[in-house]
């Protein structure tokens, strides 16, 4: 690990400031992804930001009735609340089919939605890799890449997205809210705050220099019936080869996110439109585009198959 220096900020607009003046400075809060980096220098920070002394980790109802959720909430705490798991029942199981008990007690929301990729070309220096390293090459394209995704990918990366949280807070048509180093705020619609990799795969998210997350917000409940399912190679602390996020309407209107597939959480409206067709039909709908390799052409047909187990407990539970 590198040295670097290290400073607590006393509210969000100082840690913008202190982030956007400051080259190659981070926020750090629970590290859990973080200071693994670190310690492999694929992340070289010269200058620690610690924000868990920002009053930022309480889950309050809004005046529309949705829910608000402070950037330093614990993906332990946001999965156990009560609300989430009355009202947003497929975010809380998607929490907790993340990582271990261990990591969900310091990992936050916000460092949950900008965890990097569990790519091993990413996490093998000796490898080339545009995320890492931009314009080294992408050594998965002709590397193993059985875990890797198939939708959003380009020719300079087809690293997958790790996140279970962020598959459902897509589902449920979250927004990002910020706070820049001028005290201007944003709320940015969760299907524009990850980004595709394109050219630009070291470019992850829609953040401006300095920018950090203060909350996210849910909009109010839509009712029907939640449901996650994540496929993996074993069943605990591992991450998903697919993962589906699943509302059921009572009356139609169903919805569905996908994980382990995508360059980033993946939705479509098209794949959405084609629930009342049965699980084939919304797989192949997600799928329009896909991209595979040799090793991981088998995540159409596992895409497929978890779709159609999830209605099939949807039959059982009706």
């Known amino acids: 690990m590198k040295p670097f220096t290290y400073s607590r900020a006393t509210s969000a607009q100082e840690a913008a400031k202190m982030a956007a003046s400051t ?12 200071l693994d980096l670190m310690k492999l220098q694929i992340e070289t920070p010269t200058h620690l930001i610690d924000v868990n002394p920002l009053k930022l980790d309480q889950i309050e109802k809004t005046t529309d009735g949705g829910l ?3 950037a330093l909430v ?20 998607a929490l907790l089919s993340g990582a271990s008990g261990q990591l969900r007690n310091k990992a936050t929301t916000a460092g949950n ?3 990097r990729t569990r790519c091993p070309y990413f996490y093998d220096t000796r490898m080339p ?5 931009p314009g080294s090459g992408c050594g998965a394209l002709q590397g193993m890449s059985r875990n890797l995704a198939i939708l959003g990918v380009s020719d300079a990366c087809i690293a997958q997205h790790p996140s279970d949280m962020a598959v459902a807070m897509r589902l449920l048509d979250a927004t990002v809210d910020t706070v820049g180093a001028d005290g201007a705020v944003r709320s940015i619609p969760i299907a524009d705050f990850h980004l595709l990799p394109g050219d630009t795969p ?20 839509i009712g029907g019936t939640h449901v996650y399912r994540k496929v993996r190679d074993r069943s605990s602390y591992a991450f998903a080869l697919v993962s589906v996020a699943a509302v059921f309407g009572k009356n139609g209107g169903s919805r569905f996110a996908f994980g382990g597939i995508g ?6 409206v098209d794949a959405d439109a084609a629930a009342g067709s049965g699980a084939k039909a919304v797989a192949e709908a997600a799928l329009a585009g896909a991209r595979t390799t040799h090793h991981n052409d088998f995540k159409k ?18």
């Open 23 to 34: 080259q190659g400075a981070r926020f750090i809060a629970g590290g859990t992804n973080l």
């Open 129 to 133: 890799c545009n995320k890492r390293k």
């Open 263 to 268: 360059a980033k959480p993946w939705r479509t």
């Open 74 to 93: 614990r993906n332990t705490d946001l999965a156990a609340d009560k609300v989430v798991r009355r009202d947003y029942g497929v975010l809380s199981r």
């Open 202 to 221: 070291h470019v992850e998210a829609a953040l401006k220099a300095g920018e950090i997350i203060t909350s996210v917000t849910l909009p109010k409940p």
């Open 301 to 318: 047909k596992l895409v497929e198959q978890t779709l159609t187990s999830l209605y099939r407990q949807k039959e059982a539970r009706a």
């Open 68 to 70: 608000r959720i402070g």
């Open 113 to 115: 939605l900008l965890q």
